[in-house]
Structure formats: C-alpha cells, structure tokens
C-alpha cells in the first residue's frame, strides 16, 4: 500500500512538471517535428516473470512507475533515453545506489536508449507510434557479486492530446530483462509485459 501511495505521487508530481515545463516552453511547433523534445513519465501494471539459467518461474503482477525523455531528430522519428523497470520501484536512467543504514550498499546501473516512430499525419485527433528499448542491465550486491546483461523490448500505443503541448499515452509494454551472474550459458532475469498509462509534454 506504502509502495503503491509512493507511485501515484510520483506520477501526480511528474504530472505537474511536464504540464509546468511544457507551459514554460511552449513554441509555435507542431508535435513530432525535427528539433521538438518530448518529456513524458508513465504509470504500469505489469506482469514479471523471472528466469532462472533458462528456465521461467511464476509470473508476479506489479505496479511502477518510469521517466523518460525524446527528441525528434527527423520528422516523426524520435530518440530517446528511458528508465527500466525493477521490482516495481523508480529507478531513472544511469547509476543508482541503495544504501540501507546499518548495511552495505546494492549498486544497479541501467541504460536504454529508445528509438521510436510516431506517425503524425495533418489534422489528426491521435499519434500511433512504436518504440523499440535496447540497453545494458547490471546489478552489484553486497557480497561484490555482479550480474549484467544486454536488455531490450518494444512498445506501442497512441498519444492523444488533451491541451496544448500535453499528452495522454496509453500503451502496450514488452521487456526482456538480463541479469546474468558471470560464466552463465543461459539467462537470468525477468520477462515483463505491462499495461500502461503515460503523460508527456512537449516543447
């Protein structure tokens, strides 16, 4: 219930920045044009499997919540850094470290870049897109042991206005997850498939 309160503060205070951010900013520029950035954080319910030297485990359904951030380097074409996904917890792209008092700290690091198409055609009233995650996983735990991995996934769905410069997302999520401890032949990790419903601004 703690975690779940956590997650939905975190969206309303994403929510209030990119509406901010996105007012501050505002341009004469259509959305999906070259040079437009888009800042966007979106709320999950996601359903993880874990896999272990090959084999699957039972499924575990989760709540999260992920930043991200794009620019639109060609018409429609967009690239962008996103946030992974870990036990249902936020953990923005790059280095984090958890430290607990009275213990040693865990140290995960994780990286995905996101290219994605929207498909912005004159005068319409939704942007269907699909986004492709592609990026390095790797997590040290206390004992100095490491597991690592390439991680990537898809995503689709539409962005559908609501005011200027503001968007609704909802979308369809698939993840492959990679933390492998060294000299494993097979994988280790988690598959994720999530439903999720996302806000985004853009200037």
Known sequence: MTRTRS?????????LSILLISTLNA???????????????????????PVTNGNTGNATTILSFAPSIGFFVTDGFELGLSAG????????????VESPSGGSSTTLVQF?????????????KVYPFLEAK????????????????FSWGARG?????VVEHFLITPSLEYLVI????EGASNRYGFNYFSFGFGVSGWF
């Open 157 to 161: 769905g539409i962005k559908i206005p």
């Open 85 to 96: 996904i870990t036990d249902g917890l936020l953990f923005p792209p790059g280095l984090t």
């Open 178 to 181: 990679t933390f492998n401890p």
């Open 112 to 124: 995905f870049i996101a290219p994605s198409y929207n498909i912005i055609l004159p005068d319409a």
């Open 27 to 49: 341009q004469d520029r259509t959305f999906g044009t070259t040079g437009t950035a888009e800042l966007s954080g979106s709320i999950s319910f996601e359903s993880a499997t």
């Open 7 to 15: 997650v939905i503060q975190a969206l309303l205070v994403c929510c």
């Open 134 to 149: 592609l990026g390095l996983t790797s997590v040290s735990f206390p004992s100095s042991s490491t597991r690592s991995g």
